[in-house]
Every structure is written in C-alpha cells, then in structure tokens.
C-alpha cells in the first residue's frame, strides 16, 4: 500500500490500523485522504490477511469533519453539484465503512464532529476515550447534515433524540454519548489505545466471514420487513455453513476444545 503521511495505515496481527494524521487542523479529512480510506477500506474486505480494522486519529481530535478551507472555487453553481459532491464524498466514505466485509472499531480520542462524528457512528463498534466529544456541528455553520447522520442517528438513539443532537448542535461528552448508546465504551484516555487492539485483536481471532455476514443481517435489519430479514438470515447461514471456520467451530464444540478459526 502506497504510503501516506495523512492517513496512517498498518497491519498488525491482521488487524489494520488507519490514523488520521492531520492533528493541527484536529484531523479534518480532506478529500485525497478520504478517497484513501474508501480505498483502503475496500481492500480490507478482499485481503484474508486483514481480519479487523481500526479507525482513529493523532493528536486532541479523532476528526473534526470534511475540511472545508479546500472547497471549491467561487463562480456560478450549476444544479446538482453540490448532491454530487456530498454522494461522492461524505456519503460514500460512510458507506465505505458499513460495507466494510471486517469488523470496524472506532477509536475515538478526542473530538468527533460532523462528518468525524457520523464516521464513528457507521463503525461497528465505538470506543471512547474520556476526553473524547461528539458533535453534530452542522446547524452551527447553517447547514444540513450529512455523511449519512440523518440515516444513522435515528437508528441508533431514536429520531426525538437525534433531532435534539442535531437542531442544536451542542458537544455530547464521551459519557453522555455512552449513556444514549452511541458509544460501546469510554475508556481513560491512556487506556484507548490499549482496549481499541484488545477488542481487534480478539474479533481478528474470530470466524471472519461469519462475522461479516452478521454484520450485514444487522445493518439491513433496520430496513428490511420480518420476512425479508428472516430470509436474508436463511441465506447467510446458508452460506456461511460452506465455510472452513463453521467446519471448525462445529468440530471444536463436539471434541470440546477450544476453536481455532483462521478467516475462511
């Protein structure tokens, strides 16, 4: 993989790490480091050799949402430009990560806000450093959400309560996101890095592709009808029952020994 000073990216123990690295602007993404990541992302998915991902930042911000100081120039807008801009960018940077085929964490070590925010919320797992803020910053600057947030939040806290988040823009504490249930855990600051490789560690240790098709059963769930839900349940047992590491698991349970899955 090409190197970037911008996105820190390495494979450890089949986890991949990616860090942003851009902390004097508290690590706002602009869009050569999104475009990465998209990347990255996707080739995560089709590289047995990574089997878990973590996602996190340098410095007091995990991400301060899309940088805007690169927008572009000023002149006559043609309609649809700016829908193209936020389906090319924002929004599929979030989809990157929910389509991800391994599991994501979010490391969050400071401030997530706009789009830095709705990048954690897509990841399957969110950890928090105590320091860490979550913002929907988005009616300060007089604008919509975006980045998939007004798909996201609702699903996650209710639409009541992520109307709240989101029509007044106020900082929620790394507690208080905890306590609705944005985030799994918050952790002392000195800890994150730590409890982010143990979680990774252990669901790099898992059956892989079982874990990727829970993960889609899970996101498709919210939007799917019982009877679709329950046959798109079906048809993933269905495949994953073809897998070496469903062969293995079934095999450890019967000679009751512990399951060594390797991926596939």
């Not at 089949?14 to 990541?37: G, K, S």
């Not at 507690?175 to 990774?200: F, I």
């Amino acid at each position: 993989m090409p190197v970037s000073d911008d996105v820190l990216h390495t494979v450890t123990g089949q986890v991949l790490y990616l860090t942003l690295n851009r902390p004097e602007a508290l690590n706002a993404v602009t869009p050569d480091q999104r475009n990465l990541l998209i990347r990255l992302l996707a080739e995560a998915s089709a590289d047995p050799g990574t089997r878990a991902v973590v996602i996190t930042g340098t410095g007091r911000g995990f991400c301060a949402g899309a940088d805007l100081r690169g927008g572009a120039a000023s002149g006559e807008r043609v309609a649809g430009d700016v829908a193209r801009v936020i389906r090319l960018g924002a929004q599929r940077l979030v989809a990157a990560v929910l389509d991800c085929e391994k599991p994501v964490i979010a490391a969050v070590n400071g401030t997530a806000a706009g789009l830095g925010a709705h990048l954690a919320l897509a990841c399957d797992l969110v950890l928090a450093a105590e320091s860490a803020k979550f913002i929907e910053v988005f009616v300060r600057r007089g604008l919509v959400p975006d980045g998939g947030g007004a798909y996201l939040l609702p699903r996650l806290v209710g639409p009541q309560r992520a109307k709240e988040l989101m029509f007044f823009g106020d900082a929620l504490t790394a507690a208080d996101a905890e306590r609705l249930g944005l985030v799994n855990r918050v952790v002392p600051d000195g800890e994150l890095t730590k409890t982010a490789a143990e979680w990774a560690t252990r669901l790099a240790a898992g059956p892989t592709r079982a874990l990727a098709l829970t993960k889609q059963l899970v996101n498709a769930s919210l939007d799917a009808d019982r009877t679709t839900a329950f046959a798109a349940e079906a048809a993933a047992q269905e495949i994953n029952m073809t897998t070496a590491d469903a062969r293995e698991g079934v095999a450890a349970f019967v000679a009751r020994r512990s399951a060594e899955f390797r991926g596939r």
